[in-house]
């Protein structure tokens, strides 16, 4: 996903910049004040120096969204003081610094962009109702403590400036960010119409030492030879709202290899494992679909899974659900992806109805080194032998990871340790029909 950090990197930088920008500001105008003897405006000002330093703080640790709401919620109520208590509109100059609950807004929503949240989306919502309250009333507090009409008279036009100022450069953020989408959505979209697009599989191997399955795992065509990864273009894929169409295309083609396999005796018991973005899956038609192309393909249901994550659980919970029990109903098996890197990973188990889980890579990695993984991974195991789901360890890639999750009863596994993913006639060549890789290398 190094597109997203590449993003997230500039983000910072430029936040990081302007809650410095906006903390010498407020420095500027504490020393004017200091020197006019102001000490309520100076200790306003003082507020928004530490506001301003906080959140670059948490901005500098990766800590984005909860800079940037933390700068939201605070600025919010230092702008409502001001305006009720000190920015007092009169015949010398209207009331002015509530137009920076816009600049509120606009950073609000360009977070919003990067993770969508309810408190977010409420943060909004204040601060323009904010806005129109103050624009449409002369609303003060009981007790007011307006600024000299000598200061207002041209602080006005200050802080209008910077406040539209502030303004026009949150637009130009969404204005370059907008283009980005757009050349990033025509370049995938003509990869597509172009083939650019390949499964690779990565085999699955059973208790047995027999290859029972594969992942399907996407990859792009580089122009000069090679493949590029999905963690560089699915992030790029999902900002452009393009995955339902890429997604549309895996399950496309892997319908073709099951097809293709259920013909041939050393491989009509292979299962196919595939990855379903969140966005494809909730497609209204999406249950619909992948039936007509099993039906027209007179596929086995039970020979493909879908792969889905936790991620999905920010959604309509009922509706995912259901969706989950009508494709269930038919026989394709549902697993969850990347289990244990959620928010709730276990409250997910109590309500999905899934048949496996696969456990994260960096679980199975950490596991020989570290024995608190260790009695997690076999607390995992334990309860999804109670709870009667199967589990597939992922990023298997030592003899010791397989050892270990032999041990915890670990019944399907994959990694590195039995095959890199690899494209279609590979994967037939080297295991369709080969002799169990885990006899062999185990
Ligand atoms: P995933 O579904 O969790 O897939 C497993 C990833 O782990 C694959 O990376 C695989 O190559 C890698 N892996 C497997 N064994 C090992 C190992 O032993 N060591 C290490 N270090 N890595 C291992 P890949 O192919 O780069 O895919 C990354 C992610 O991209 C996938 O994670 C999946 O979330 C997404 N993805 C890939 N293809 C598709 C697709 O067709 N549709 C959707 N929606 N997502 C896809
Ligand atoms: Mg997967
Ligand atoms: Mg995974």
Redesign the pocket.
Known sequence: MRQTEDHSQRFWLAYGAASLAVAAMALGWGIFFASRQAWALVGIDIAVIAVALMSFLLAHRRQLSAALLFSQVSFFFIILVFCLVFDVPDTVAPRVTHIFLLVLALLGYINYQRERSRLQLAVIVLCLGSFIVFSSTNLTAPVTQPIADEFRTFGTWVNSIIAVTLLCGGIYVMQLKFARNLDQARDIKAALTNREFE??Y?PQVDEAGKVSGA?????RKRPGGGYI???EF?PAAEQAGL?PA??DW?LGEACRTLAFWQQEEPTRHLKLS????VD?FMRADFVETLLARITARELDPTRLKL?L?ESMMVHDVDGIVEKMRSLRATGIILSL??FGTGYSSLSHLRQLPIHEI?I??SFV?DAPQSKRNRILLKSIFDIARMLEFSVVA????TKEQLMLLQSFGCTIF????FG??VPLAEFQSRWANEAPPLAETA
């Open positions: 499964l690779f990565q992942e399907a795992l996407l990859r990864s999905p963690a699915i995955m890429l997604g895996v595939v990855n379903v973005s494809q792969e994550t992806d990347d696969k994260d890579r990695q992922e990023g298997i890639e994959q990694g590195y340790y890199r993913p």
